[in-house]
């Protein structure tokens, strides 16, 4: 049973533009949420949290918009860059499970020069 | 500060061995987890160690264990190693205030782990 989705595994986006990716999930007993992206060979490389509490936080170019009333999360990247070509996961945090992080299964963002 | 570092990076074991998997969280860093990514099931949570305590558990069969150091040094182990058990495996630390917190984890490069 998969509690976090992110439904689509590919997006290509025009160097700055706008990146919308988009993650879905069913439990609600999800209290915060974060996005990390992923380039080959190295670990996840945290980017942005969210709080449920919270329906929007910035950091930069990167914005997190959470929607509890759908169960969805997004990332927005503005303006998106070439560098930001990577794997994106979104992970989400079950209360009470100390800091026990639940991924979806990614989205390789591509963005074209 | 130096990130978190995890060693080997690889390693190629035969099934029915055992193998030591070892991290080093960032300096302050006492919270230590532990993941698995696979192509078909994604990043799975292992483990969580706090202050030398396991906190939190996933679900894996009891090959996979792993223990904390009073330094917050990790290592996981995982014994009768299967062909199922290839995968890359992934330590995060985070830092964690009053034992609250700390959800933000901060990954190392990973140990790819192949079982012949």
């Known amino acids: 049973d998969q509690q976090v989705k992110q439904n689509s595994p590919s997006l290509s986006v025009q160097e700055g533009r706008i990146s919308i990716l988009n993650c879905d999930y069913t439990n609600s007993m999800f209290d915060y949420f974060l996005w990390y992206k992923k380039y080959p060979a190295e670990g996840p490389t945290f980017l942005i949290s969210?709080?449920?509490?919270?329906d929007k936080n910035e950091d930069g170019r990167f914005t997190v918009f959470l929607n509890k009333s759908a169960k969805h999360l997004s990332l927005h990247i503005v303006p998106s860059q070439p560098g930001d070509s990577a794997v994106y996961f979104c992970?989400?945090?079950?209360?009470?499970?100390?800091?026990?992080?639940?991924f979806g299964s990614g989205t390789q963002l591509t963005v074209l020069p | 500060k130096a990130g978190v570092t995890q060693t080997p990076r690889y390693l190629i074991k035969t099934r029915g061995q055992q193998v030591t998997l070892s991290c080093s969280p960032i300096s302050g860093h006492r919270s230590v987890s532990w993941y698995q990514q696979t192509p078909g099931q994604g990043l799975q949570f292992l483990f969580e160690y706090f202050s030398e305590t396991q906190r939190n558990k996933g679900n894996f069969p009891g090959r996979f264990s792993g223990r904390q150091f009073s330094n917050s040094r990790s290592e996981m182990n995982v014994s009768t190693l299967e062909l199922g058990d290839s995968a890359l495996y992934l330590c995060?630390?985070?830092?964690?205030?009053f034992g609250q917190g700390g959800y933000e984890q901060y990954f190392g490069p990973g140990t790819r782990l192949t079982v012949t």
């Open positions: 995060a630390s985070s830092f964690v205030a």
């Open positions: 992970a989400a945090r079950v209360s009470g499970s100390a800091r026990q992080l639940t």
């Open positions: 969210i709080s449920s509490i919270k």
